[in-house]
């Protein structure tokens, strides 16, 4: 029997194949490979033609006995393209629920997830989950 811990967490990257966003997706693919090294057990790319402009990058975990599945990007639902900091930040909130390091560089503050905090003078200055640290 396979030890679930081998073979979670997942992340997979469905993309338009029509709208010639396989080299984007490949991006995005090796810079998960680089900075989460063997902690994600497998990316995968899903070259789509049956949804035109898909954009989906989607988490699959396990625990406490049940699967999960948590959409880490939509492109229509979130705007666009992530960068790739913030694509890290979600996956290792999400997935990994913050118990791992994936450098300094990619740490910090993420106003996509928390909700950020605006000065007097309207500058965005952090966000509710970096406060206090």
Request: proline residues 3%.
């Amino acid at each position: 029997m396979t030890d679930i811990s081998s073979v979670y967490p997942k992340v997979s990257i469905e993309f338009c194949n029509k709208c010639k966003w396989g080299l984007r997706s490949f991006w995005y693919q090796q810079e998960l490979l680089q900075t989460f090294d063997d902690k994600i057990k497998e990316l995968s790319l899903k070259p789509r033609n049956d949804q035109p402009g898909i954009f989906l990058i989607k988490g699959y975990f396990y625990i406490d006995t049940k699967f999960h599945t948590v959409v880490l990007w939509d492109r229509k639902i979130d705007g666009g393209f992530p960068d790739a900091k913030t694509l890290k930040q979600r996956i290792k909130k999400l997935l990994f629920n913050e118990k791992i390091d994936i450098g300094k560089h990619n740490d910090g503050c993420d106003t996509v997830l928390g909700k950020s905090v605006v000065s007097e003078e309207g500058i965005k200055t952090a966000c509710e989950d970096c406060i206090g640290k």
